[in-house]
T-cell receptor, first 117, second 117 residues
């Protein structure tokens, strides 16, 4: 596997279910991100981790719980979601968040298409 | 807070022709980075081109070039000799070069580009 991978690619869940999204990066990066992409809305940054430490929580509801056990893996645990949470969830990674320059770019995974019934 | 606006929800172009996608942004910062990302139907977002605000010269990457107007806060993407593989959603993005927003990408709403054979 190369780049940033995400599993599952598609997920359908009921509002009472508990599920997890997984992201893995094979780029040797130290920063990882979760974004939410809803129809007709800009990508919304949800969480940022740098060297396994959460550095950003963009006022995300507690029904979304991130976990970063190491610099290569990022999880998003989901519970009691609402239908409006249906969206494409994108994971990204970058070298870190402290390296200056435009070349500290973010690499994105293919996303998980989540549908909440 | 910074905002990024893409005023063209959809654009179309004939194969081999040139198309320009518009992007404007609002910021009080003097140093920052701008990006264009491409998201094909497969959903993997990839970086197309980057611009550092302190550089007056417009960035170019093969058939892709930008028109960066710092005073006007405008950052348009020109695609020359359009190809069928250029069909995708294009996102303009902003990133601060320093401060508490450092490392965070702010995206526009996206422009869907259709390429006609």
């Amino acid at each position: 596997e190369t780049g940033v991978t995400q599993t599952p690619r598609h997920l359908v869940m009921g509002m009472t279910n508990k599920k997890s999204l997984k992201c893995e990066q094979h780029l040797g990066h130290n920063a990882m991100y979760w974004y939410k992409q809803s129809a007709k809305k800009p990508l919304e940054l949800m969480f940022v981790y740098n060297f396994k430490e959460q550095t950003e929580n963009n006022s995300v509801p507690s029904r979304f719980s991130p976990e970063c056990p190491n610099s290569s893996h990022l999880f998003l645990h989901l519970h009691t979601l609402q239908p409006e949470d249906s969206a494409l969830y994108l994971c990204a990674s970058s070298q870190d968040i402290g390296t200056s320059g435009a070349y500290n770019e973010q690499f994105f995974g293919p996303g998980t298409r989540l549908t909440v019934l | 807070a910074q905002t990024v606006t893409q005023s063209q929800p959809e654009m179309s172009v004939q194969e081999a022709e040139t198309v320009t996608l518009s992007c404007t942004y609002d910021t009080s910062e003097s140093d920052y980075y701008l990006f264009w990302y491409k998201q094909p139907p497969s959903r993997q977002m990839i970086l197309v081109i980057r611009q550092e605000a302190y550089k007056q010269q417009n960035a170019t990457e093969n058939r892709f070039s930008v028109n960066f107007q710092k005073a006007a806060k405008s950052f348009s993407l020109k695609i020359s000799d359009s190809q069928l593989g250029d069909a995708a959603m294009y996102f303009c993005a902003y990133r601060s070069a320093w401060g508490t927003s450092y490392g965070k990408l702010t995206f526009g709403q996206g422009t869907i580009l259709t390429v006609h054979p």
